[in-house]
T-cell receptor, first 113, second 110 residues
């Protein structure tokens, strides 16, 4: 079946604009994760869902970041009033359980100018 | 919280030689240790993982060893090939979200 997909693949935003990044997990995967990957760094945890419940959002860097998964499938990461430091690749991953193998999407490369 | 340190940050080996990447973790409750390979511009892909009830796991040319007492785990790649060139990340989790190391850029020279 299809793997994890993300859209858009690339996004250029002017500073101050709002952006929305979409993640389509593997069908049946209850766990969904968002990570931020800066250039030359490892993925850093942002937030985690089990079905529609957001169980951990400790990694969100500020209240400008908001994530949702209203029906327990597709998830959206929204960043309000984007800043230059938000420029990064945003990766989504899904798995059957919190401690299961995580399958990553291709990422969305966000550039804030 | 968990902290994962990874060494070296870059590694160059001749084709056919072995490569070893080491990671340490801080949280003794961690019990799941995956390794991911990420090629330039691509998504991370799981290459091998180990859980704390075993000390070693092999899959063809790749092996991972775990020392829970010392809180470190290592990735071993034997008979390296040019297509092994990539960035490798270790990670650790103990029923918590994964914490990743900063990565090792492996270059296999033909």
């Amino acid at each position: 079946g299809a793997g994890v997909s993300q859209s858009p693949r690339y996004k250029v935003a002017k500073r101050g604009q709002d952006v929305a990044l979409r993640c389509d997990p593997i069908s049946g995967h209850v766990s969904l994760f968002w990570y931020q990957q800066a250039l030359g760094q490892g993925p850093e945890f942002l937030t985690y869902f089990q079905n529609e419940a957001q169980l951990d959002k400790s990694g969100l860097p500020s209240d400008r970041f908001f994530a949702e998964r209203p029906e327990g499938s597709v998830s959206t990461l929204k960043i309000q009033r984007t800043q230059q430091e938000d420029s990064a690749v945003y990766l989504c991953a899904s798995s059957l359980a919190l401690d299961g193998e995580q399958y990553f999407g291709p990422g969305t490369r966000l550039t804030v100018t | 919280g968990e902290n994962v340190e990874q060494h070296p940050s870059t590694l160059s080996v001749q084709e056919g030689d072995s490569a070893v990447i080491k990671c340490t973790y801080s949280d003794s409750a961690s019990n799941y240790f995956p390794w991911y390979k990420q090629e330039l511009g691509k998504r991370p892909q799981l290459i091998i993982d180990i859980r704390s009830n075993v000390g070693e796991k092999k899959d063809q040319r790749i092996a991972v060893t775990l020392n829970k007492t010392a809180k470190h785990f290592s990735l071993h790649i034997t008979e390296t090939q040019p297509e092994d060139s990539a960035v490798y990340f270790c990670a650790a989790s103990g029923n918590t979200p994964l914490v990743f190391g900063k990565g090792t850029r492996l270059s296999v020279i033909a």
